[in-house]
């Protein structure tokens, strides 16, 4: 970054968000008495991240354009004040319930007109009008109420820090700023604002270490590393950071404080297993916020979620989890959302594991947004050892998600995305059994008894249910259907496919190309949930179809890549006897790459 002022930060979707602070007021310092060192609640023998984190984050309200919250201009309500003035409403209102953690993201070492400051070794230096106290007073205020306190950094070297290459790396003989760039001061980050580190300069290893020591002795237990790359809209060598990252994890392990390593932004699916090897968790997304005058809106961007997420599924659990960002669903009219779409929102990060940390203001919480937040069966589902659900149904307007929990229950959401009313149905053979099940309100806290092979509800546009299904039916059997053993035509092919059930696709479903299963049998006629197995490196739709009739689009979420098999259930009206099943790109489109199907043998 420029000495001179940040240039990261304003505009759309050119930011992440993680973790921390929310409230309006001048900054103050924190009195002498809560400023003494306390016990961090970090120095436990949890591990880091067994489960998504819980907590709140100062970007959202710094980010948006919502009247009073940034009275000294944009980004001004990060301070000291504001700071504190949510950790004792977390500890408050949300603390007994998990939430733990005060996450304060960018602009901590900036001042009100937004220019960066730096210590001798160049490392960020708090703004002595937005933190007068300083941080390490500040993590003690927030240790001192029993929960964790969260800090921020870009990636890379900032410009600031740089010096012309002159500022000596604290605790690191004979290094220097100017030892740990490459000589063409090439830059890197979401917004090219930082120099690219040299990692396989020695030196380069101890500034990052020499930061992850300052965080440490300041006693915080969270750091979320921004503009990382492939991600947050860039590509290239420039913008590698895996190294970084690497670099940011040993520098914490030397520093001897347990701290939870959050990257983001919008973070590239091809390289998940170094953010998993390296990193407690990683934003999957743009940011959530709208950048305007609530805090977010449903199109921009958290109806994105539902798109992005599956691809995403299998690769969370204990230690490192799938971002989704901030969840703002706790101010009402700010939050720029009707309740419906507050509470579909709320469903799908807590049944995605998501963490669950709001940007709301926390002193002004609505009865309804306090509800979602603090709902305790909720928070149970996103908190258990169960995986995270993912779609059991198309990525259509009308979707289902499921997971199944230890104890043979699952966790079952319907969600209506269209701008309409319409009607959801969860189909008791998407989960694999057919006959009765009881079926719990999760949100209502209320069992509402058995229903039989499926329950419909209405729901109203961009909203949704939750519940907990335990089957009293039987399992069921299939049938499998390989599509390289079916009938091909226009561009349609065979391909080699490692992940495949019998180690080919059909794929090359374009302008036209479809592939056609013959001799499906079924014994009775009606509508069967088709399971289909399908890879797709992005999100494409193919239109379905029986026995020549009409078919129905239905889209398919991406897999990540072009080389994962995800599955899903599409509705088809077979006939008793034998039938064949049409998977067609259409004129002018493109499908995914298709597997298999898995047929039920009888209703």
């Given at each position: 970054m420029r000495s001179s002022s940040y240039s990261f930060l304003p505009g759309r979707r050119l930011r992440t968000v993680v973790v921390l602070a929310l409230t309006a007021g001048l900054a103050t310092a924190v009195p002498a008495a809560q400023a003494e060192p306390t016990a961090s609640p970090a120095a436990t023998s949890t591990p880091v991240a067994a489960k998504p984190y819980m907590g709140w984050t100062s970007w959202t309200m710094q980010s948006s354009k919502y009247?009073?919250?940034?009275?000294?201009?944009?980004?001004?309500?990060?301070?000291?004040?504001?700071?504190?003035?949510?950790?004792?409403?977390?500890?408050?209102?949300?603390?007994?319930?998990?939430?733990?953690?005060?996450?304060?993201?960018?602009?901590?070492?900036?001042?009100?007109?937004?220019?960066?400051?730096?210590?001798?070794?160049?490392?960020?230096?708090?703004?002595?009008?937005?933190?007068?106290?300083?941080?390490?007073?500040?993590?003690?205020r927030i240790h001192s109420k029993g929960l964790k306190a969260g800090i921020y950094l870009p990636v890379g070297l900032e410009k600031g820090a740089y010096n012309d290459g002159k500022n000596p790396i604290w605790n690191a003989e004979g290094c220097t700023t100017g030892d740990i760039v490459y000589d063409d001061l090439r830059t890197t980050n979401g917004w090219d604002s930082a120099y690219?580190?040299?990692?396989?300069?020695?030196?380069?290893?101890?500034?990052?270490?020499?930061?992850?020591?300052?965080?440490?002795?300041?006693?915080?237990?969270?750091?979320?590393?921004?503009?990382?790359?492939?991600?947050s809209f860039k590509n290239g060598d420039n913008y590698n950071n895996v190294a970084d990252v690497a670099a940011w994890q040993k520098a914490i392990k030397t520093a001897g404080r347990p701290v939870h390593l959050e990257l983001s932004w919008s973070l590239d699916y091809g390289h998940v297993e170094d953010w998993k090897k390296y990193s407690n968790g990683w934003r999957i997304d743009t940011d959530v916020e709208c950048y305007c005058n609530t805090l977010v809106t449903w199109e921009n961007s958290v109806d994105d979620r539902w798109d992005d997420?599956?691809?995403?599924?299998?690769?969370?659990?204990?230690?490192?989890?799938?971002?989704?960002?901030?969840?703002?669903?706790?101010?009402?009219?700010?939050?720029?959302?009707?309740?419906?779409?507050?509470?579909?929102?709320?469903?799908?990060?807590?049944?995605?594991?998501?963490?669950?940390?709001?940007?709301?203001?926390?002193?002004?919480?609505?009865?309804?947004?306090?509800?979602?937040l603090t709902n305790r069966e909720v928070i149970a589902i996103n908190q258990s050892s169960a995986p995270p659900a993912e779609p059991v149904t198309a990525s259509d307007p009308q979707q289902v998600w499921a997971a199944k929990n230890p104890?043979?229950?699952?966790?079952?959401?319907?969600?209506?995305?269209?701008?309409a009313p319409a009607s959801v149905t969860a189909n008791w053979s998407t989960l694999g059994f057919k006959g009765k099940a009881s079926v719990r309100d999760v949100w209502n806290e209320q069992s509402l008894g058995s229903y039989t092979d499926k329950i419909t509800q209405a729901l109203p546009a961009h909203g949704s249910r939750l519940f907990t299904v335990t089957p009293r039916g039987t399992d069921l059997a299939w049938t499998a259907y390989e599509a390289e053993a079916g009938s091909l035509?226009?561009?349609?092919?065979?391909?080699?496919?490692?992940?495949?059930?019998?180690?080919?696709?059909?794929?090359?479903?374009?302008?036209?190309?479809?592939?056609?299963?013959?001799?499906?049998?079924?014994?009775?006629?009606?509508?069967?949930?088709?399971?289909?197995?399908?890879?797709?490196?992005d999100a494409r739709s193919a239109l379905v179809s029986a026995n020549g009739g009409g078919a129905t689009s239905h889209k398919f979420a991406a897999t990540g890549d072009w080389g994962t098999v995800n599955t899903v259930y599409v509705p088809v009206k077979l006939k008793a006897g034998a039938n064949t099943i049409t998977f067609d790109s259409g004129s002018d489109g493109y499908a995914p790459d298709i597997d298999r199907i898995d047929v039920q043998q009888s209703l």
């Open positions: 009247p009073g919250l940034n009275p000294k201009g944009d980004y001004s309500y990060l301070s000291e004040a504001n700071v504190l003035k949510q950790t004792d409403a977390m500890a408050a209102k949300l603390k007994k319930y998990g939430y733990e953690y005060v996450n304060i993201d960018a602009g901590w070492w900036m001042s009100w007109s937004w220019k960066s400051q730096f210590d001798e070794y160049g490392r960020q230096k708090a703004d002595p009008l937005r933190f007068p106290s300083g941080m390490k007073a500040v993590a003690d690219k580190i040299d990692f396989s300069d020695p030196c380069a290893q101890k500034y990052i270490d020499s930061q992850a020591q300052m965080f440490a002795d300041w006693g915080y237990d969270f750091l979320k590393l921004d503009g990382v790359g492939p991600g997420a599956p691809a995403w599924t299998d690769h969370a659990g204990p230690g490192a989890w799938n971002d989704l960002d901030s969840l703002n669903v706790g101010n009402g009219e700010m939050d720029g959302l009707t309740k419906a779409e507050r509470q579909s929102y709320a469903t799908l990060w807590a049944i995605a594991k998501s963490p669950l940390f709001t940007g709301d203001d926390l002193t002004k919480l609505d009865s309804y947004g306090l509800s979602l104890n043979g229950s699952y966790t079952v959401a319907l969600f209506n995305l269209s701008d035509s226009g561009n349609a092919s065979v391909a080699d496919c490692s992940a495949c059930s019998g180690g080919h696709k059909v794929g090359n479903l374009y302008t036209g190309g479809k592939v056609t299963l013959d001799d499906v049998v079924v014994a009775k006629a009606g509508t069967y949930q088709i399971k289909v197995s399908y890879i797709s490196g």
